[in-house]
């Protein structure tokens, strides 16, 4: 049973850092690709960062470019979202997913499976 559990989300100041963890189970990381997506209240979920499955190419939608960077340690089956310099406009929850494609998308149609969400809030 594919399974995705997100931790790491908190309350920060605005300049912050944080890092967001997604720990899979039911499955070996580098066989899906793994996005990172963010929902804030009223908005449609957004895509923020995805790494394919079998090269590990790590692709950024433009409003976290420079700022986050996701990552992959195959031993602890884990994907790692490091978000930086972190803007109130950045607040939300934030999930990860699974999708067993080919290619690579930010968008959710793409993946099959999702966590539970992890809320990041980020205010002064």
């Known amino acids: 049973q594919v399974q995705l559990v997100e931790s790491g989300g908190d309350s920060v100041q605005p300049g912050g850092s944080l890092r967001l963890s997604c720990a899979a189970s039911g499955f070996t990381m580098p066989s899906y690709n793994i996005g990172w997506f963010r929902q804030a209240p009223g908005k449609e979920r957004e895509g923020l960062s995805c790494i394919t499955n079998e090269h590990g190419r790590t692709y950024y939608a433009d409003s976290v470019k420079g700022r986050f960077t996701i990552s992959r340690d195959n031993a602890k089956n884990t994907v790692f979202l490091q978000l930086n310099n972190l803007k109130p406009e950045d607040t939300g929850v934030y999930y990860c997913?699974?999708?067993?494609?080919?290619?690579?998308?930010?968008?959710?149609?793409?993946?099959?499976?999702w966590g539970q969400g992890t809320q990041v809030t980020v205010a002064s």
């Open positions: 997913a699974a999708g067993y494609g080919m290619g690579y998308s930010l968008r959710p149609p793409f993946y099959e499976y």
